[in-house]
T-cell receptor, first 115, second 117 residues
Framework: AQSVAQPEDQVNVAEGNPLTVKCTYSVSGNPYLFWYVQYPNRGLQFLLKYITGDNLVKGSYGFEAEFNKSQTSFHLKKPSALVSDSALYFCAVRGGTDSWGKLQFGAGTQVVVTP | DAGVIQSPRHEVTEMGQEVTLRCKPISGHNSLFWYRQTMMRGLELLIYFNNNVPIDDSGMPEDRFSAKMPNASFSTLKIQPSEPRDSAVYFC???????????????FGPGTRLTVT
């Protein structure tokens, strides 16, 4: 079985400061990892993914994430947060043995960026 | 591309009524997923289709829920009869799945906010 943990319900950060949203996972085989963002009253938007290759993945809106196999983590980062980054962020994982692409989503982390 | 289209965006109905939610996936995508989002349970996968065939419906909560995908460009999620605890936001997502299981990201629709009174 595959699972995702987002240990923080909410992350508060001041505008201009670095932002980190944590994610750890458990899967069979090599993981496929994703980050999505959800703005109020909107659907989830894809930010970035790790499938293979470089452990540092760059995505939309200046976000990046680092895959760490030994720590089974895939933390989302942004060097300088904007107020407009305030949203709900979801980490998702698909196990390498799952050929149908079924994703397991974390519970989500609310990011609040204050001016 | 217009993205994943869902209708209606909002639905308010009375307990016991039938509710039908609709989804049009992105053209060319061959996998379709239905999710439900609530504060209590977060994002739950209800059912997913590949090439219009249901692959896994283990997430469907009860027999009151059913889903169909008659063709590559349309899917429905039906609740009959509806109950207040079905109140949630229902999302449809689609994906291009390549032979061999290569994983591409899912693209989500805007969701249908269902309120059952």
């Amino acid at each position: 079985a595959q699972s995702v943990a987002q240990p923080e319900d909410q992350v508060n950060v001041a505008e201009g400061n670095p932002l980190t949203v944590k994610c750890t996972y458990s899967v069979s085989g090599n993981p496929y990892l994703f980050w999505y963002v959800q703005y109020p009253n909107r659907g989830l938007q894809f930010l970035l993914k790790y499938i293979t290759g470089d452990n540092l993945v760059k995505g939309s809106y200046g976000f990046e994430a680092e895959f760490n196999k030994s720590q089974t983590s895939f933390h989302l980062k942004k060097p300088s947060a904007l107020v407009s980054d305030s949203a709900l962020y979801f980490c998702a994982v698909r196990g390498g043995t799952d050929s149908w692409g079924k994703l397991q989503f974390g519970a989500g982390t609310q990011v609040v960026v204050t001016p | 591309d217009a993205g994943v289209i869902q209708s209606p965006r909002h639905e308010v109905t009375e307990m016991g009524q039938e509710v039908t939610l609709r989804c049009k996936p992105i053209s060319g995508h061959n996998s379709l997923f239905w999710y439900r989002q609530t504060m209590m349970r977060g994002l739950e996968l209800l059912i997913y289709f590949n090439n219009n065939v249901p692959i896994d419906d283990s997430g469907m909560p009860e027999d009151r829920f059913s889903a169909k995908m008659p063709n590559a460009s349309f899917s429905t999620l039906k609740i009959q009869p509806s109950e207040p605890r079905d109140s949630a936001v229902y999302f449809c997502a689609s994906r291009q799945r390549l032979a061999g299981g290569s994983s591409y990201e899912q693209y989500f629709g805007p969701g249908t906010r269902l309120t059952v009174t």
